[in-house]
């Protein structure tokens, strides 16, 4: 069973940065899909970034420009690169991961998750 621990969480200030590190305990290279998705409070879960193995990448409308998704295959590690952020940005960011096939932004087909890391913007 695959592992997923992230990092990099916090607080800061509008238009700081983050980087969030999310470890895995197996390789990841194989797995089709990787991604991050956040939850804010009251609010459904939503898709902010992904990368497939062939390396493509996808992004929400909203953090567009802001974000970067990469991975580090020899290190078994996902990241997701924060610039220019904003107080709607605040939520539990969580990483995932597909093993087979998946709709980048549709949680269901993920079959692991890590426990999450809480980024915090103030205004």
């Known amino acids: 069973q695959v592992q997923l621990v992230e990092s990099g969480g916090g607080s800061v200030q509008a238009g700081g940065s983050l980087r969030l590190s999310c470890a895995a305990s197996?390789?990841?290279?194989?797995?089709?899909?990787m991604a991050w998705f956040r939850q804010a409070p009251g609010k459904e879960r939503e898709g902010v970034a992904a990368?497939?193995?062939?390396?493509?990448?996808l992004y929400a409308d909203s953090v567009k420009g802001r974000f970067t998704i990469s991975k580090d295959n020899a290190k078994n590690t996902l990241y997701l690169q924060m610039n220019s952020l904003k107080p709607e940005d605040t939520a539990m960011y969580y990483c995932?991961?597909?093993?087979?096939?998946?709709?980048?932004?549709?949680?269901?087909?993920?079959?692991?998750w890590g426990q999450g890391t809480q980024v915090t913007v103030s205004a």
């Open positions: 995932a991961t597909a093993l087979r096939t998946c709709d980048p932004f549709s949680g269901s087909w993920y079959n692991y």
């Open positions: 197996e390789y990841i290279y194989s797995s089709y899909c």
């Open positions: 990368i497939v193995r062939t390396g493509s990448t």
